[in-house]
């Protein structure tokens, strides 16, 4: 039940360090990656397969995006990440050594186990990531690595969230290691990265008091945007969905490189824009290209809300506020940057009087296509 909590969400909020925490434990050992229940796929599948597809849902989907970056970056293999409802609809190229990945924490949408069905019609192995033991999708896939967040009540998914980005990284780093393109003391190092987020996220939401209060004097905003780039664009994606579905604003997410072919022109006196900020230590070199795009919108009147790295000073002489996550690379960074959308999202929603946990026109699990 909610114990003290005001809602499930703010308790499942709470509980985020605990469900990474929980969907990594027994799965490190001496810094090496052990997942045996992918024996499941079959013998040598991880080494055979030529492509890896993501299949889910809104924020799953938005998981699998980073799943997508992690992969190609750790596995050197291509991926690409569908929408499971728009997967079935067309004629997508799928052969015996496609790995077909869907996320569901309910593991019951329809749209993303009609695209598993789908899949193995057409001959794809299938590994299912799912938090909800014995549900339909991992019992139609070939193989299942389940995230351990503990049950989601509140509508909108939180800690399932951060689980699947873990599970999915797990994933990612075992395939890296079997194919043979990252080496122990890589792989080594990654993994010390995910077992420090749960204490690393900890940190941000004990933040939670000073995020509320931007939530109090936003209640009669109308439009809300989040810029990110790489990691921080789906990120950008989650904290719009989470802002549309909680406290029923106008909100979108950009890559911050797409503003300049449409979006900036929405910009406005007084808008405001969320903006995940890279760090500036990132191997990418985005920061400096971010820190652009908020002078650019800040000079057209935006109201920046900077989400960035501890120790960052270029973000302050331009944000109204700047919001601290540890440091942390690049695609790990995500993971902590999540939580202040979050709870911004939930606490705007509870000062508008919204019920928080069941927003209207919403069901926790869509198992109707
Ligand atoms: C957003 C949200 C939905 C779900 C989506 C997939 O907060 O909860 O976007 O993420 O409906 O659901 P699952 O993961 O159960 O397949």
């Known amino acids: 039940e909610k114990g003290g909590w005001s809602s499930f969400m703010a308790k499942e909020i709470s509980e985020q360090p605990a469900a990474i925490a929980n969907t990594l434990i027994g799965r490190i050992s001496d810094g090496a990656v052990k997942l045996p229940e992918l024996d499941a796929l079959g013998p040598d599948i991880l080494t055979d397969i030529t492509r890896v597809v993501f299949l889910g849902c809104g924020t799953a989907a938005y998981a699998a995006m980073l799943g997508q970056y992690a992969i190609e970056k750790w596995a050197h293999i291509p991926v690409t990440v569908e929408l499971s409802h728009e997967f079935r609809y067309r004629d997508p190229v799928i052969d015996n050594r496609t790995l077909v990945v869907s996320i569901s924490q309910s593991g019951e949408t329809m749209d993303t186990l009609m695209a598993v069905k789908y899949a193995k019609e057409l001959g794809a192995r299938t590994l299912s990531i799912c938090n909800t033991q014995g549900s339909t999708i991992p019992r139609e896939s070939d193989a299942v690595l389940y995230t351990h967040a503990g049950p989601e009540v509140a509508v909108a998914s939180t800690k399932a969230f951060v689980a699947q980005i873990a599970a999915i990284y797990l994933f990612g780093l075992h395939l ?194």
């Open 176 to 369: 890296a290691s079997v194919r043979g393109e990252l080496d122990a003391a890589a792989v080594a190092g990654l993994t010390a990265e995910l077992a420090a987020l749960p204490a690393q996220l900890e940190t941000v939401i004990e933040q939670k008091d000073s995020i509320s209060q931007l939530a109090g004097w936003m209640v009669d905003t109308r439009s809300v945007i989040f810029l990110g780039r790489h990691a921080g664009y789906p990120i950008a994606l989650e904290g719009a969905l989470k802002l549309k579905e909680l406290a029923y604003i106008h909100a979108e997410g950009f890559a911050a490189g797409e503003l300049k072919h449409g979006p900036i022109a929405l910009i406005e006196p007084g808008q405001p824009v969320f903006v995940v900020v890279p760090s500036p230590r990132g191997e990418n070199s985005l920061h400096p290209k971010v820190i652009s795009n908020i002078q650019e919108i800040r000079a057209r009147g935006a109201r920046i809300l900077a989400i960035a790295e501890e120790g960052d000073v270029s973000v302050l002489p331009f944000a109204d506020t700047v919001i601290r996550i540890p440091l942390a690379s690049t695609l790990f960074e995500p993971v902590l940057a999540v939580a202040p959308l979050q709870i911004f999202a939930m606490e705007l929603a509870a000062a508008k009087g919204l019920d928080v946990d069941q927003p209207r026109n919403l069901a926790k699990s869509v198992t109707v296509e």
